[in-house]
Nanobody, 119 residues
Framework: QVQLVESGGGLVQPGGSLRLSCTAS????????MNWFRQAPGKQREFVAT???????IYRDSVKGRFTISRDNAKKTLYLQMNSLKPEDTAVYYC?????????????WGQGTQVTVSS
């Protein structure tokens, strides 16, 4: 069973930066996709960015050019560098991974970390 521990959230002023981390444990297969989602108060959870095991990345339009997703496969850690933060980026950010083992696919979520962008 994969477990995910997130860190790096906090309060930042508009225009500031934060770096989120998500470390996976209990991994026995291939983490073929590692993702970040977010959920703002009163809204549905939404996709933010994804990175494949080969390093291919995709971003939602509103964060392109400001956020960078990356992964360290040796450390089984996912990152999200967030620059030029805006108040509308305020949300709980969730790490999500998809694991492939022999004959089985699994999907796991972190507990979430709060990001608040406010002056």
């Amino acid at each position: 069973q994969v477990q995910l521990v997130e860190s790096g959230g906090g309060l930042v002023q508009p225009g500031g930066s934060l770096r989120l981390s998500c470390t996976a444990s209990g991994v026995s297969g291939n983490l073929y996709a590692m993702n970040w989602f977010r959920q703002a108060p009163g809204k549905q959870r939404e996709f933010v960015a994804t990175i494949s095991s080969g390093g291919t990345t995709i971003y939602r339009d509103s964060v392109k050019g400001r956020f960078t997703i990356s992964r360290d496969n040796a450390k089984k850690t996912l990152y999200l560098q967030m620059n030029s933060l805006k108040p509308e980026d305020t949300a709980v950010y969730y790490c999500n991974v998809k694991e492939a083992t022999v004959g089985q696919l699994g999907e796991y979520w972190g507990q979430g970390t709060q990001v608040t962008v406010s002056s």
